[in-house]
């Protein structure tokens, strides 16, 4: 169980395109999910918080309209990063909170990551 | 969220204990001690967690001082696949948002 997933795990493209990565609790529902951004041989940095069905709260320093973040259900958060640029080649990972199971409840789980590389 | 602290890298003979220690000398009452470990290119992969008492599941133990300013985490056999980075982080349930700080690398050495 709590296992969470990510799609794709990887992708290239070209600058100046927008990209959307997909992030799936695949049994429990997590009203919360969390975007981190990793650089190599760095600690993953939060970029933000998505809600179910309200909008997303982002870290000091990261652009809202570059990174739109969509939570329109109970187990998918969408992330887009639109006009990307080779800056914006990293490691995205996701993470969910789990909601409901007694012992586990609030613990995050995370996605398998999915590598940007913009050319 | 209290900060910690973890000592940046650590050596394990494979088969042997490792045990990652990380300080939290201002975490709260309601704070919970979480330990994930991220393997090379991979998501964080979410290990045991407590509070104030000492935990054991199929991967780890956690032992959590009785001050609770610090803990412990034991992978009792450790082999070649628990190389990793480790990251302890102090939680506030209902919380929120998981800062990630730089961990511990631990090395298995066959």
């Known amino acids: 169980g709590a296992v969470v997933s990510q799609h794709p795990s990887w992708v290239i493209c070209k600058s100046g395109t927008s990209v959307k990565i997909e992030c799936r609790s695949l049994?429990?529902?997590?009203?919360?999910m969390f975007w981190y951004r990793q650089f190599p041989k760095q600690s993953l940095m939060l970029m933000a918080t998505?809600?179910?069905?309200?909008?997303?709260?982002?870290e000091q320093g990261v652009e809202k309209d570059k990174f739109l973040i969509n939570h329109a259900s109970l187990t998918l958060s969408t992330l887009t990063v639109t006009s990307a640029h080779p800056e914006d080649s990293s490691f995205y990972i996701c993470?969910?909170?789990?909601?409901?199971?007694?012992?586990?409840?609030?613990?995050?789980?995370f996605g398998p990551g999915t590598r940007l590389t913009v050319l | 969220d209290a900060k910690t602290t973890q000592p940046t890298s650590m050596d394990c003979a494979e088969g042997r204990a490792a045990n990652l220690p990380c300080n939290h000398s201002?975490?709260?009452?309601?704070?919970?001690v979480y330990w994930y470990r991220q393997i090379h290119s991979q998501g964080p992969q979410y290990i045991i967690h407590?509070?104030?008492n000492n935990e054991t599941n199929e991967m780890a133990s956690l032992i959590i001082t009785e001050d609770r300013k610090s803990s412990t985490l034991i992978l009792p056999h450790a082999t070649l696949r628990d190389t990793a980075v480790y990251y302890c982080i102090a939680l506030n349930t209902g919380g929120f948002k998981t800062i990630f700080g730089a961990g511990t690398r631990l090395f298995v050495k066959a």
């Open positions: 993470s969910a909170r789990d909601d409901g199971r007694s012992e586990h409840v609030d613990t995050q789980y």
């Open positions: 998505s809600n179910e069905g309200s909008k997303a709260t982002y």
């Open positions: 049994d429990f529902q997590a009203t919360t």
């Open positions: 407590g509070l104030k």
């Open positions: 201002t975490i709260s009452g309601n704070e919970y």
